[in-house]
């Protein structure tokens, strides 16, 4: 990076303010059925077939944890934002569903271990993803999961591309999965509700 450059990090964005409109971007909001369709395809394939507790970290609005309660399993939402927290909690109200705030890179669960660690665009913001991914492994059962949606964006000419690149994330997870597998998903456009043109993947990695 530039002089004057630095890296995005969680505690730049004000994801409160963000709350109120977070869910206008139709893969977050999940509102378009096409749209909403695809990633619950793709969240099928990724969990475990059996009911699973699974922990949704950086969980915003609590789209794909709908999308996971609706598929049988047990959620823990994390998301330093009280506004989201609240919008999820309300989005999942009588579900199998318990929402937290705090930090997505410590969350606040104890001793408590899960089966699924699922975490959408929220690495790339955390510092040291390493140690984070290090945390999370021990927030896991044995042969549980991570489910990683990741990406780079902002990538045209002049601009600091914000994110994490598949060979690095799968890098750092080398240590720590003994099976990853990558799936990219730039090219399928009801994901996102438009054609996009930058890196966007999901790692799922079995411990």
Known sequence: MTNGEHAITAADLDWDSAAATFDDEPDHGLRDPE???????RLRSWLPERASDVLDLGCGTGSLSLLAAEQGHRVTGVDRSP??????????AGRDAVFLVGD????PVGEERFDVVLVRHVLWALPDPGRVLRHWRGLLRPGGRFVLVEGVWDTVAGAVPAGIPVDRLTGLLAPLAGQVRVEHLSDDEALWGRPVADERYAVVATA
Not at 35 to 41: D, E, F, L
Not at 83 to 92: G, T
């Open 83 to 92: 506004a989201m927290v609240d919008l999820a909690r309300a989005k999942l």
């Open 35 to 41: 749209v909403r369709q695809a990633w619950a395809s």
């Open 104 to 107: 997505a890179a410590m969350p």
